[in-house]
């Protein structure tokens, strides 16, 4: 049977709870575009067609970032594929305990956008949300598409950088009443413990996945054996990535920040997101001349939940986490 524009079709998939779709969309032009899609969770397997995705989009996922999700928890990692196998859209959701999950990287493909396949995708993720507390990074220019599904409560602004570390700077090391160690000389249930304090709900599974890959450079500062911030720096598919630096203060957060940047090969750039609410990790991209190239605002659709921004320098990541 021919489909009509906006018709839809469901039928039940045994594998899992979501419905497959198939769909004829007819664009605002009024050009009918005979799409045939299924909403379905990501597979292991589809996680190079998301890399390729994202990075036609200029969001630069390396590869070990995406295993780390995907490691942490696949369930809420939502894909779109036609029928011809392409997958041309994507949406996660990551849980943080049973009552707060964190959405991102919502994407579909250029050349399908405007189709009512976004909403309709992020309707399906936010029935999959449930009474959970939702929340997402949101681009300024995305806001109108996520406040009806109610994600209008703001919280703090993140602002993405880039840029090549400055010698001048990190000559400078501050010393004190602490000593910086590699992650891989301690426990690392300590540093799990002070990630909790500051990301407010315990993710001993992401943070481990994440600082403790093959590929990271994590180092934790101590003040009498006590951690009091730590960082990581790991290479990413545009130079490195430093998410996060947390510190209890800004000399301590500057000594790693210099420990840190060593691993970041001359000629690299960095990638570095603050919330501009820390002056001080403000003054760290000024102090670095590093470009501001993307700002985001944090928003949740049931409660904000308050971070101390003061003690996060660089954010974990951009996605999924509360900080
Ligand atoms: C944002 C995005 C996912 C929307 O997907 P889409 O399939 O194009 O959206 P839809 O066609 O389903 O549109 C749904 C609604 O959002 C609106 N909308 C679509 N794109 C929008 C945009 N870029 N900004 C604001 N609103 C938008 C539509 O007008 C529509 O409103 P309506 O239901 O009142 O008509 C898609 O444009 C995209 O992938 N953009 C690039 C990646 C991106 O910016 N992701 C979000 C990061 S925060």
Redesign the pocket.
Known sequence: MALRPWTLRFQNCLLFSQKWIYRSVRSLSEHTKNIRYEIRPLKRADLPSLHALLAE?KWYMEMSYLECVFNTDPSGLTVVVKDNGELI?HSGLLAHGDTIVGGGL???KDG?????????LFQEQMKAKGDRNGF????T??I???A?FGLTIMSHIIHFNQGPVDPEFIADVPEGDFEVVSARDMKFDDVIAYDSEIHTVPRPVYISNWAMHQLANTYVALKSGRVVGYGVVRPSDVGYKMHPLYADDPKIAKALFCRLASHIPTGQVMNFAQPIGNEQANAFVVGNKLTSYIS?TRVYDKWNIPVDIQRVYSVSTTEFCII
């Open positions: 989009n859209g919502t994407i579909i399908y956008r405007h189709l009512g396949i976004g909403k309709h997402g990074n949101i681009l220019n995305r109108t598409f996520y009806p985001m």
